[in-house]
């Protein structure tokens, strides 16, 4: 039987590391995109294998098309055609838009946006039929919090990409949908963060706690089985019941 490969960008730490270790205890091999923790996604390959998975540490700047397409290759090659792309790498700097810099506004929206739409054409040639694809947005967008203008924007337009794209592929049976997580404790929602503004965000769903990585590797992985097969075009709002 042929093991269904899984491709997941930005997988190296935090939910996009959980997401890669769920689909490897799901049967997935699982191909570790990076760009520049190349000891965390290495160990985090080395540690899948460890526990009986196929898995690989692949570099590429999902910004750059060029390299996108030599990922796919790559992955093609070492573990087979993808059957799951979970378009995980993304960037978070805040700032009021008033003051974002022109090399903020473009460096936000060459990964966040363009990295996704890069993966995304990719795979429209590259996927194997009936395969799944799942993008990471955010809560934020239904928050619509100060200082976070240019990746709400930024990710207004994976949940644009989303919605469409599920329609383009007609014909394929893949299905396209998003997570859009709330507050996670990862490292990248505790930077800079103080412990008052962190007890802040825990409080703000009903349920009080933050949301850990596993909470959204585990509705990633839903949308990655078989199961999910009548949920296309969707957004799921995996925030706790924040919005």
Do not use: C
């Not at 935090?14 to 049967?27: C, K, Q, V």
């Not at 570790?32 to 009986?52: P, R, V």
């Not at 792309?85 to 993304?90: D, Q, Y």
């Not at 998003?178 to 490292?187: I, L, M, N």
Request: hydrophobic share 45%.
């Amino acid at each position: 039987m042929t093991t269904p490969v899984a491709l997941v960008t930005g997988a190296s730490r935090g939910i996009g590391a959980a997401i890669a270790r769920r689909l490897s205890r799901d049967g997935f091999a699982v191909a570790i995109n990076y760009a520049n923790s190349s000891s965390e996604a290495e160990a985090l390959a080395a540690e899948l294998q460890e526990a009986g998975g196929k898995a690989i540490a692949i570099k590429a700047d999902i910004a750059s098309p060029g390299q996108v397409q030599t990922m796919f290759l790559t992955v093609e090659q070492q573990l087979g055609r993808i059957d799951v792309l979970v378009n995980n790498a993304g960037i978070l700097k805040l700032s009021p838009l008033a003051d974002s810099s022109d090399e903020l506004f473009a460096e936000t929206f060459s990964i966040n946006t363009q990295g996704v739409f890069n993966t995304l054409r990719a795979a429209a040639t590259r996927l194997n039929d009936g395969g799944r694809i799942i993008n990471l947005s955010t809560t934020v967008l239904a928050l619509k919090l100060p200082n976070y203008a240019l990746y709400s924007a930024s990710k207004a337009a994976v949940e644009a990409f989303t919605g469409i794209f599920a329609k383009e592929l007609r014909g394929r049976s893949i299905t396209v949908n998003a997570v859009a997580p709330g507050p996670v404790a990862t490292e990248l929602f505790f930077n800079g963060k103080t412990e008052e503004q962190i007890q802040h965000f825990a409080k703000l769903s009903p349920l009080e706690r933050l949301g850990q990585p596993d909470d959204i590797a585990n509705v990633v992985a839903f949308l990655a089985s078989p199961e999910s097969g009548w949920v296309n075009g969707q957004v799921l709002r995996t925030n706790g019941g924040i919005a």
